[in-house]
């Protein structure tokens, strides 16, 4: 017997204006899995994270939980999926709570969206600078509200579109961590990112994207071990086993 | 976390119930105060006695021009401030507000040319019908034109040259009506003014202004949700398409209410949001309701305003809140320019 289905994509199509951007990509995402999403840039994976999202037209199939996905409800969608903008922004000089609890919006139940905003905060060291404006904080510290609003949500699904881009060394670490727990707890994590180390050393599954397609969706060893990293990012990939965990250094093939 | 939690800056503010609590209290001294003056000097006692006797002169003074005045400076105060709230909330962008999309200069063409046809006395909603018609359209066409989703510089490009269009047209009727006293009446009421203003005004207006209002509260949630911009409003359960719907059909109905019976009053709807911000924070639903309270609140005392500048013919209200408000835009673009150049960041 396979695995009940939870967010399943088959056979995705993403056309924008005369240019297919995704081709035929087919996925499933599971609970409790932390997936990672890699490839060069312009590779189709932002597109594959707002066509899950919703928020771009696709063609081919979504499910969730055995039901079309694009036909639900929209707050229902809402309760389920949490999504997180690639260098998102924040228009108005709201206290960093306030900004955290929007990701409360679609519940409502008072008390609990109140526990759920203070566990946000406090996991992103946001706890002591919770009332001040959140416009008025450094990106890194602003990166890390926009992720405490998504992970203020019930969501069982979280898509993270970079959400370690511009934090510093340990806070990139932390929010490894943070994500990896969240998917232990049940959650299904799907994170686009850049740092190759971060993404195979945490990954229980990897999806590696160029030119709108998805090449590659495999466990991180399989993934190193096939080689199409390489080929796909034009360099050359050492993994090395530290105790700090697995680092993957990249370099460019010598010229000829 | 409690701890924590006591120092919110707004509790450190007025809650917003405070606020509206204030502001209403304000209002009511106001609205005594505009009963009170006039040319007419009656004194606190006439006009109680007035609304007890309304067959009395000073009964007529009051029901037939200052309580209409009263009613008109209220609900189109209320009615500006909320739309500039709401529009900024739909933009992310302070600076929003009805005039950056030309639509009280359009409304005031409908309004012209309905003046001009002279089918004002003939069809009494035809004023308001055809102002709000002016409105639509230049939103309309300054969306179409900018693109959905268009930066603020792109939006008010086009709403300067639809302005800009619909103000020539305005002065192209000007130019072609036949009759002086036609002339006299549009030039006078584009300056705006609430002067001789009668409850068929009040009547003609204050539905569509209910209307418009109860349009743009029930997007206040959407307005909360954009803050984080049109993509996770869209994943946070809110229809952005329906919101700027609600809000451009809205704006259009209240700004072509309000220009219908005052002409053409600019700035408030800039101004409210901005002195209530410093007040309950921010958040653009928690603006809403203090915005239209400010706007009736400052259009109610520019209103006694001119009634109390000595001059030869009464100012007109739309110059007074220029006068204002220009200053304060100004201070506006210079202080935060960050809103042009780049957007929000």
């Given at each position: 017997?396979s695995a009940?289905s939870?967010?399943?994509?088959s056979r995705?199509?993403v056309?924008?204006?005369?240019r297919?951007v995704?081709?035929?990509?087919?996925?499933?995402?599971n609970?409790?899995?932390l997936?990672?999403?890699?490839?060069p840039?312009?590779?189709?994976?932002?597109t594959?994270?707002?066509a899950?999202a919703?928020l771009v037209a696709s063609?081919g199939?979504?499910?969730?939980?055995?039901?079309d996905?694009?036909?639900?409800?929209?707050?229902a969608?809402?309760c389920?999926?949490?999504?997180?903008?690639?260098r998102?922004?924040?228009a108005?000089?709201?206290?960093?709570r306030?900004?955290v609890?929007?990701?409360?919006?679609?519940?409502?139940?008072?008390?609990?969206?109140?526990?759920?905003?203070?566990?946000?905060?406090d996991?992103c060291?946001?706890?002591?600078?919770?009332?001040?404006?959140a416009?008025?904080?450094?990106?890194?510290?602003r990166?890390?509200i926009l992720l405490?609003?998504?992970?203020?949500s019930?969501?069982?699904?979280?898509l993270?579109d970079?959400p370690v881009a511009?934090?510093?060394?340990?806070?990139?670490?932390?929010?490894?961590?943070?994500?990896?727990?969240?998917?232990?707890?049940?959650?299904?994590?799907v994170?686009v990112?850049?740092d190759?180390?971060l993404?195979?050393?945490?990954?229980d599954?990897?999806?590696?994207f160029?030119?709108?397609?998805?090449?590659?969706?495999?466990?991180?060893?399989?993934?190193?071990a096939?080689?199409?990293?390489?080929g796909?990012f034009?360099?050359?990939?050492?993994?090395?086993?530290?105790?700090?965990?697995?680092?993957?250094g990249?370099?460019?093939p010598?010229t000829? | 976390?409690?701890?924590?939690?006591?120092?919110?800056p707004?509790?450190?503010?007025?809650?917003?119930?405070?606020?509206?609590?204030?502001?209403?209290a304000?209002?009511?001294?106001?609205?005594?105060a505009?009963?009170?003056?006039g040319?007419?000097?009656?004194?606190?006692?006439?006009?109680?006695?007035?609304?007890?006797?309304p067959e009395s002169?000073p009964?007529?003074?009051v029901?037939?021009?200052?309580?209409?005045?009263?009613?008109?400076?209220?609900?189109?105060?209320?009615?500006?401030?909320?739309?500039g709230?709401a529009?900024?909330?739909?933009?992310?962008?302070?600076?929003?507000?009805?005039a950056?999309?030309?639509?009280?200069?359009?409304?005031a063409?409908g309004?012209?040319?309905?003046l001009?046809?002279g089918?004002?006395d003939?069809?009494?909603?035809?004023?308001?019908?055809?102002?709000?018609?002016?409105?639509?359209?230049?939103?309309?066409?300054?969306?179409?034109?900018?693109?959905?989703?268009?930066?603020l510089?792109?939006?008010?490009?086009?709403?300067?040259?639809?302005?800009?269009?619909?103000?020539?047209?305005t002065?192209?009727?000007?130019?072609?009506?036949p009759?002086?006293?036609?002339?006299?009446?549009i030039?006078?009421w584009?300056?705006?003014s609430?002067?001789d203003?009668s409850?068929?005004?009040?009547l003609m207006?204050v539905?569509f202004?209910?209307?418009?209002?109860?349009?743009?509260?029930?997007?206040?949630?959407g307005?909360?949700?954009?803050t984080l911009g049109?993509?996770?409003?869209?994943?946070?359960g809110?229809?952005?398409?329906?919101l700027?719907l609600?809000?451009i059909v809205?704006?259009?109905?209240?700004v072509?209410?309000?220009?219908?019976?005052?002409?053409?009053?600019?700035?408030?709807g800039?101004?409210?949001?901005?002195?209530?911000r410093?007040l309950?924070g921010s958040?653009p639903?928690?603006?809403l309701?203090?915005?239209?309270?400010?706007?009736?609140?400052?259009?109610?005392?520019?209103?006694?305003g001119?009634?109390?500048?000595p001059a030869?013919s009464e100012?007109?209200?739309?110059?007074?809140?220029a006068a204002m408000?220009?200053p304060?835009?100004?201070w506006?673009?210079?202080?935060?320019?960050?809103?042009f150049?780049g957007?929000?960041?």
């Open positions: 017997m009940p939870f967010l399943t994509a995705l199509d056309r924008l204006g005369e297919l995704l081709e035929d990509v087919s996925a499933s995402l609970p409790a899995e997936i990672t999403v890699i490839g840039n312009g590779a189709g994976k932002t594959f994270l707002r899950l919703g063609t199939a979504i499910t969730f939980e055995g039901a996905w694009r036909a639900m409800d929209a707050v969608r809402a389920s999926l949490a999504y997180l903008e690639q998102g922004t924040i108005w000089p709201l206290p960093v306030e900004i609890a929007l990701g409360r919006l679609p519940f409502g139940a008072r008390k609990r969206d109140r526990d759920a905003v203070e566990r946000a905060l996991a060291g946001l706890a002591t600078i919770a009332d001040r404006p416009t008025e904080l450094s990106g890194g510290e990166a890390r405490a609003r998504a992970l203020a019930d969501a069982k699904i979280l993270l970079e511009s934090l510093d060394p340990a806070w990139q670490l932390n929010v490894m961590e943070i994500l990896k727990a969240e998917s232990k707890a049940g959650r299904c994590v994170a990112l850049h190759l180390s993404a195979m050393r945490y990954a599954r990897v999806l590696l160029a030119s709108g397609a998805l090449l590659a969706d495999a466990a991180p060893k399989d993934m190193l096939d080689g199409r990293i390489e796909v034009g360099v050359r990939i050492e993994a090395v086993q530290t105790n700090g965990g697995l680092v993957i990249a370099s460019l010598p000829a | 976390m409690s701890g924590a939690r006591a120092k919110r707004w509790s450190r503010r007025l809650s917003p119930a405070a606020l509206t609590m204030t502001l209403c304000a209002l009511a001294l106001l609205a005594i505009s009963l009170l003056v040319p007419a000097g009656l004194s606190t006692a006439d006009v109680l006695r007035g609304f007890t006797a002169v009964g007529i003074i029901r037939e021009i200052r309580l209409p005045r009263l009613l008109l400076s209220l609900s189109v105060g209320a009615m500006l401030g909320l739309c709230a529009l900024q909330g739909l933009l992310r962008n302070p600076l929003a507000e009805p950056i999309f030309g639509a009280p200069q359009a409304a063409l309004a012209a040319m309905v001009y046809a089918l004002a003939a069809f009494s909603f035809a004023l308001p019908l055809a102002a709000m018609a002016g409105a639509g359209l230049s939103i309309a066409l300054v969306v179409l034109v900018a693109g959905r989703g268009a930066h510089v792109t939006m008010i490009l086009a709403g300067l040259a639809v302005g800009t269009l619909a103000g020539a047209a002065s192209l009727v000007i130019n072609l009506s009759n002086p006293f036609a002339v006299t009446e030039v006078f584009l300056m705006g609430f002067e203003r409850l068929r005004h009040v207006s539905p202004i209910a209307i418009a209002t109860a349009m743009l509260l029930a997007a206040g949630r307005y909360r949700a954009l049109e993509d996770v409003a869209g994943t946070l809110v229809n952005v398409d329906r700027r609600l809000t809205g704006v259009s109905i209240g072509g209410a309000s220009v219908a019976v005052s002409g053409a009053i600019g700035f408030v800039l101004v409210a949001p901005h002195l209530v410093p309950v958040d639903q928690r603006v309701i203090p915005s239209a309270l400010t706007g009736a609140l400052l259009l109610t005392a520019a209103d006694i001119v009634r109390l500048i030869t100012i007109r209200i739309g110059v007074l809140t408000g220009v304060l835009f100004l506006l673009v210079a202080t935060q320019r960050a809103y150049v957007g929000p960041q």
